[in-house]
């Protein structure tokens, strides 16, 4: 068994907890009881600005409302928090939109539920007192606030009125409302009470065999993750969904009224078997580098196809076009444009798309010498485990030794890549 998790128990706390404050700033997120959210920045020194950790856009400029004389403003390409007339200071607060709205490569902000409330997540919150760097060595110190009337689930546990944690990394998801939540046999979930039928059988039924399948490959769990499933609704016409993972956490969410024109059983199994397949990466799915994310997007894209092809017919049938249709996509775009050149004009599908057929070929030629794509990714992990970066030169390390040497010098050389190279990689034997 190449992976185990722990996950703190389901318990249900009426108070929070004291915590030492990191970097001088406390992060205050408060749902009040009218529905309306803020958040307050208290540093314990007066600051002259407040750098966000991560600013994928100016959402934060055009979505957060200042109460006071302050200002987000773009500096470097980072969003800024500081005063109109530049004075120092020590608290800030703005009214926040808690609505559903994508960003380039990162999680929603929030996810909203059809009763009311909210999953939120506490990375889009990070601040540093100076430029954030060396951010996995830092930690953060949130205090969520909710109605009386309201739960905050996080971490595994049920708190009520106020739950402070410490945040680190990437964050989690946090849940404010009133839903509470359901332990099955593979996770403890929080699903929204309005979720379309067709979504919410594909949750009950598709999403356990899902579950079982990753487990009896990788190993049974040893404790179960939080699933967090949402809906909104929305006659703008745009629709569509993302999902993703954080530790110990899956969570899904769906927008838009004419989604449901276009829901499909096996693309909901696609799109589950994605993300379970993220869950179960662990370390390897940790990779920072924009175009070295192929190995982890494209890998869960690859697991989610062999998961389909062996489950039933018509379900082979679907994962096989899924796999022409992103080797056809991968090849037409890499026409004109090397691999590295797509991603850095944002084109971020190309990273699921290349990233399929790299991880096809692989576990192809591996088959042929008794090997596969598990026992590779365990080794991968193992590396990390070890010390070694999540990233390409650790993969490569895994890989030189296992692939023939003319796939294995494509896949080194997959940055500047071009149709011919994939094509290639699609055929491999």
């Known amino acids: ?5 722990r996950l703190l128990p389901l318990i249900l706390i009426s108070f929070s907890f004291s915590v030492f404050s990191f970097d001088n700033v406390e992060t205050d997120i408060v749902k009040n ?8 920045y208290n540093s314990s020194v007066e600051v002259e600005k407040l750098f ?17 004389s302050f200002e987000i403003v773009i500096e470097n390409k980072k969003e800024v928090i500081r005063q109109t007339d530049l004075k120092p200071f020590r608290k800030v607060s703005f009214e926040l939109t808690p609505t559903y709205t994508p960003l380039p490569k990162e999680y929603a902000p929030f996810s909203p539920f059809s009763d009311g409330g909210i999953l939120f997540h ?4 990070f601040v540093c007192s100076t430029l954030c760097k060396n951010i ?17 689930i996080a971490n595994g ?24 939540p359901k ?16 979504l919410r059988n594909a949750l009950t039924i598709e999403f356990p065999k899902l579950m079982s399948f990753y487990s009896s490959r990788f190993g049974k769990l040893n404790s179960k993750p939080m699933l967090f499933a949402s809906y909104s609704s929305g006659r703008n016409g745009r629709y569509g969904h993302q999902g993703g993972t954080l530790p110990n956490q899956i969570f899904v969410h769906w927008y838009g009224d004419k989604l449901l024109e276009s829901i499909d059983s096996f693309q909901a199994s696609w799109f589950f078997s994605h993300e379970i397949a993220h869950y179960y990466q662990f370390e390897g799915g940790e990779i920072k580098a924009l175009e070295e994310q192929w190995i982890h997007e494209g890998g869960a894209e690859y697991m989610a196809y062999r998961t389909l092809i062996e489950q039933s017919k018509a379900s082979k049938e679907y994962a096989k076009s899924q796999l022409n249709k992103s080797t056809r996509m991968c090849i037409d775009k ?8 797509l991603v850095q004009a944002k084109d971020h599908r190309i990273l699921y798309e290349c990233g399929l057929i790299v991880w096809f070929a692989i576990d192809k030629e591996l088959k042929q010498d008794g090997n596969n794509f598990d026992n590779v990714w365990c080794l991968f992990l193992n590396e990390i485990k070890s010390g070694k970066k999540a990233d390409f030169a650790t993969l490569l390390n895994v890989l030189k030794p296992v692939l023939k040497n003319q796939t294995f010098q494509l896949i080194k050389n997959i940055n500047t890549a071009k149709a011919a190279e994939f094509s290639r990689l699609a055929l491999v034997k």
């Open 1 to 5: 068994m190449c992976f185990l998790i």
């Open 33 to 40: 009881e009218n529905g309306h959210w803020t958040v307050t």
């Open 52 to 68: 966000f950790n991560s600013s994928p856009n100016n959402s934060r400029v055009n979505r957060w409302k200042p109460m006071g």
């Open 122 to 125: 506490t990375g889009r919150f």
């Open 136 to 152: 996995l060595d830092k930690k953060w110190s949130v205090t969520v606030f909710a109605p009386k009337d309201d739960y905050i």
């Open 157 to 180: 546990a049920v708190f009520k009125d106020k739950a402070t944690f410490i945040e680190q990394d990437d964050g989690q998801k946090i849940y404010v409302g009133s839903n509470t």
């Open 183 to 198: 332990e099955e046999e593979h996770v403890i979930s929080v699903v929204d009470k309005q979720l379309p039928i067709q």
């Open 334 to 341: 890499t026409k004109t444009k090397s691999f590295l050149g």
